[in-house]
């Protein structure tokens, strides 16, 4: 079982920027290609970009690219989003998830079996 804990969340103003991790409490994240995901107050979850097992693949949310950064450590278990020039509707809570494959050669998955608990990150001023 793929358990999920997520970190960093915060309250940021407009402008700054936030480091959110993920990483397992159990089994091994490096065998796992992981998604973030945000769900804003009233509005459907968004996935915002996904990264593959060996970080060959990344993907993002097109309204995302250049402000949202995906990386990761196997070594150190750990996928990171880091979130720079964060506005207000960046407000939500952010989700590390995981199909359960490798792989994401041309897109995000659709669906998620494995889901941490989410951080909340605040934007305001």
């Known amino acids: 079982q793929l358990q999920l804990v997520e970190s960093g969340g915060g309250l940021v103003q407009p402008g700054g920027s936030l480091r959110l991790s993920c990483t397992t409490s159990g089994a091994t994240l490096a065998n796992n290609a992981i998604a973030w995901v945000r769900q804003a107050p009233g509005k459907e979850r968004e996935v915002v970009g996904c990264?593959?097992?060996?970080?060959?693949?990344?993907h993002y949310e097109e309204s995302l690219k250049g402000r949202f950064t995906i990386s990761r450590d196997n070594a150190r278990n750990t996928v990171w989003l880091q979130m720079n020039d964060l506005k207000p509707e960046d407000t939500a809570v952010y989700y590390c998830a995981a199909e359960g494959g490798k792989f994401v050669p041309f897109a995000c998955p659709d669906e998620y079996p494995y889901w941490g608990q989410g951080t909340q990150v605040t934007v305001s001023s």
């Open positions: 990264i593959s097992s060996s970080s060959g693949n990344i």
